[in-house]
């Protein structure tokens, strides 16, 4: 699937519980070579996690899980922390969108 608007994108995060329970397994900044990318500001991100879609709030239950890949293309800003840097299986609590003229 492929997404060119916010509002698409929108869309996808509805359906998509807006990614909450969105396990992060990798987080990939690409060019990866330091020289390439001049700006700071890689040219597309990759993400790739599982995202919970069900369960039953009960030891020993079922939990259904999809897995979900993501990337970014045409990113104008980003940051992460280097000190801290990525560290994977964390748990995405939501996306949050902004409003931004175009993309």
């Avoid at 030891?59 to 899980?65: F, L, P, S, V, Y």
Wanted: hydrophobic share 35%; charged share 25%.
């Amino acid at each position: 699937m492929q997404i060119k608007t916010q509002a698409e994108f929108e869309d996808w995060l509805e359906s998509n519980f807006r990614l909450d329970h969105f396990i992060i397994r990798t987080l990939e900044p690409y060019p990866k070579i330091a020289s390439e990318n001049v700006s700071g500001v890689p040219s597309k991100i990759k993400i790739i996690g599982t995202l919970d879609v069900g369960r039953i709030y009960e030891a020993g239950k079922k939990t259904w899980m999809r897995d979900i890949e993501i990337i970014a293309h045409g990113v104008t800003d980003y940051s992460i922390s280097l000190e801290d840097g990525f560290s994977p299986g964390h748990w995405c609590s939501e996306i949050e969108l902004i409003n931004v003229e175009q993309g």
